[in-house]
């Protein structure tokens, strides 16, 4: 926190984007575990060589009980929680596809196609906002909403678990009152936060490694800051902390005709989306409408910025897109 206030008070170039870690660190009170999430959010082990840069890497330690982490694990890749018992949470958040289900649109439970294209769950802890819109500000909130994908309910969902002996005995074992909506959030919880991917070729770098990237990703990291890219995507989850207001957006990032057409009638403001792992999270964008990740960039810098686009510029962005690819449990996703 010292090293964010300090870049503001210096007033440097990066003002800007230390401005919206300011907002990310400080603006949204800690979700579902104080404690856990202010450890998160912080991270001492940057390297004094870059502690200017916009960007930080994602802490590798994480102070959750392994036994809840445990049961939420199970809950998560469980079908049997869902009342037609077809879908699990980690069908459409695979963690074998970069958390996500690589599709456009995936199908719940019900059959019915989703509006949006489903996010990574993978650093989901160091979101401060979630969904396309940014509507919820915890994973608690958010956990009531994501039931209707596994067709259930709080009643529906309670009577299921408890019907299932090893889940009643693993939460009698673990909190005093059992099976209750309060524990199965706090289990469901302590699984998405222990999802994180530290270790990425770029984290590496942030923490002093020299060469941890090839002089192509760091020109690519190069432009990626001089096209103002990090001004939307920093922190330490390169996104996944502020909302734009597309309506009230003023120059240079007034240009988002086409996000502003396609999400016509569905949405006023959009979530900026974290870019950790994003070589692995195709196809992009909240419909799903880019399906390279040189598309992707080429219609960020057309769309977004309104600058020329050249196609090695785009290359080079892309190889640094690439070493944010981390680690989860010690192997390269
Ligand atoms: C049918 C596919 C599907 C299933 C099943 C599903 N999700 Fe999701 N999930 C989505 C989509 C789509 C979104 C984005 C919704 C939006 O932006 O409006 C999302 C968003 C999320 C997010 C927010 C991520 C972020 O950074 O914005 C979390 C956390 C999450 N889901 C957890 C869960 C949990 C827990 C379950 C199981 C109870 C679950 N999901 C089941 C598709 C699914
Ligand atoms: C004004 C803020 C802003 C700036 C600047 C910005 N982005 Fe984005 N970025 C967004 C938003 C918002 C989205 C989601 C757009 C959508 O879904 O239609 C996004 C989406 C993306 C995606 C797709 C992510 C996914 O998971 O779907 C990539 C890749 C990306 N941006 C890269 C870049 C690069 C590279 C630059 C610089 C050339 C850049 N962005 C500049 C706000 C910004």
């Not at 170039?13 to 907002?23: Q, T, V």
């Not at 950790?276 to 040189?294: E, I």
């Amino acid at each position: 926190m010292g090293f964010t206030r300090k870049r503001v008070v210096n007033g440097k170039p990066n003002a800007l984007p230390a401005l919206f870690c300011m907002i990310f660190i400080f603006g949204h009170p800690a979700a579902a575990n104080d404690t856990t999430l202010a450890s998160l959010r912080q991270n001492t082990d940057i390297s004094p060589i870059h502690t200017r840069e916009p960007i930080r890497p994602i802490p590798d330690k994480t102070f959750l009980s392994p036994e809840k982490v445990a049961l939420g694990e199970k809950l998560f890749h469980d079908r049997r929680l869902d009342s037609k018992q077809v879908i699990a949470c980690g069908d459409c958040h695979n963690l074998n596809l970069g958390g996500t289900d690589q599709l456009a649109f995936s199908v719940n439970s019900a059959g019915t196609p989703t509006r949006f294209n489903t996010p990574s769950i993978f650093n989901v802890a160091l979101n401060t906002q979630y969904y396309w819109s940014g509507k919820f500000e915890t994973l608690d909130e958010q956990l009531t909403d994501a039931l209707a994908e596994i067709n259930t309910t709080w009643p529906q969902l309670i009577q299921t678990i408890n019907s299932i002996p090893e889940y009643a005995e693993h939460f009698n074992n673990l909190y005093s009152e059992g099976v209750t909506k309060e524990n199965i959030k706090d289990a469901f919880v302590s699984y998405e936060l222990s999802l994180a991917t530290p270790d990425s070729s770029f984290d590496l770098y942030l923490k002093g490694d020299t060469n941890a990237l090839s002089a192509k990703e760091l020109q690519g990291y190069k432009l990626f800051k001089s096209f103002g890219c990090v001004t939307c995507h920093q922190g330490a989850n390169i996104g996944g902390n502020f909302v734009l207001q597309l309506d009230k957006l003023a120059p240079p990032f007034g240009n988002l005709n086409s996000t502003r057409t396609r999400l016509h009638g569905k949405l006023e403001q959009i979530r900026v989306p974290s870019l950790r792992n994003v070589a692995l999270t195709a196809p992009y964008f909240h419909d799903g409408s880019a399906t390279t990740l040189h598309q992707a960039v080429s219609r960020m810098i057309d769309e977004y910025l309104g600058i020329g686009v050249d196609d090695q510029q785009v290359a080079q962005i892309v190889d640094f897109l690439k070493t944010l690819t981390g680690k989860y449990k010690g192997q390269k996703l």
